[in-house]
């Protein structure tokens, strides 16, 4: 690989690659010192094709759930079998994953662009904008930045947009997937809301046994099948479908938020 090398966003291969192996080195006893996290589907990843590939998932925190995929795409593409022990894997890391951010996060301080040049694709959202409800058309050129990132490799996506639970799927996510017909990946986790904070940088509980389950690809329709459908049908993959409230009662749903508000005035800092 040349060494000045680029990808379709201008990005050096070089520069990347260090830091994806520097903050995979800083950030992965957070995943299996301070905390455990259980895998499931590393074959899956394995078996998919290196480009146009879309990973959807339900979204805890804004840089955690991120940085722990890196970590799990890399060490099955490397041969692990659901775990990330030996952290080798990260010395040649996949250069072609790309994963969707709200451009404000990204542009919020200099960690979030430093962690932007690793593989965001920022994007503008069209229903919230420093911390306010707004209506505004989606842009053409975050839509082509999606599919050149798809063209180019993997993309991970986070269909709510926020990290509150059980919030609507954006419509967008469907329309991405009738126009680039990506093979779509749902991913489930859990766990990393009670370990870290909102932003994911700080660790606010230990020994939290945190998951991520890799499913088969779905089955879509990209001709035939109704922008709804496929909302539906990832409503139910990433297990955010209003349905799956049902399994709480009112008084669970009540002490879960109760502790989720002690756990974030209990925070520490994650590499303390």
């Known amino acids: 690989m040349p060494l000045l090398k680029r990808n379709p966003f201008g990005h050096y291969l070089f520069l990347k690659k260090w830091l994806i192996r520097v903050f995979g080195v800083i950030s992965h006893g957070r995943y299996r010192k301070f905390n455990n996290l259980q895998i499931e589907g590393s074959e899956v990843l394995r078996n998919l094709p290196d480009k146009n590939v879309l990973f959807i998932s339900n979204h805890q925190t804004y840089f955690a759930d991120v940085a722990a995929m ?16 030996n952290i080798g894997y990260i010395w040649n890391p996949k250069l072609n994953i790309y994963f969707v951010a709200a451009g404000e996060t990204m542009r919020a301080g200099l960690l979030p662009k430093i962690f932007a040049y690793a593989g965001s694709v920022s994007i503008d959202r069209t229903w919230r904008a420093d911390g306010k409800d707004v209506n505004r058309q989606v842009k053409n050129s975050d839509i082509s930045n999606i599919g050149k990132a798809l063209k180019d490799g993997w993309v991970i996506t986070f269909p709510q947009g926020t990290t509150t639970p059980f919030k609507p799927i954006r419509r967008g996510t469907a329309h991405i997937i009738k126009t680039f017909k990506p ?13 870290f904070d909102k932003k994911g940088l700080n660790i606010k509980k ?14 879509i329709d990209y001709e035939n099948e109704e922008i709804a459908e496929i909302v539906t049908k990832i409503e139910f993959a990433i297990e955010q479908h209003p349905s799956f409230l049902k ?16 756990l974030n005035k209990q925070r520490t800092f994650w590499n303390s």
């Open 206 to 219: 230990r020994n939290v046994l945190q998951s991520m389950v890799i499913k088969e690809p779905l089955q």
């Open 70 to 85: 890196f970590h799990v795409f890399n060490a099955a593409l490397k041969g692990r079998e659901d775990n990330i022990k």
């Open 247 to 262: 399994v709480l009662s009112p008084k669970e749903v009540e002490e879960y938020f109760a502790e989720e508000e002690e």
């Open 183 to 195: 093979v779509v990946v749902p991913i489930v986790i859990d766990g990393f809301r009670r370990s």
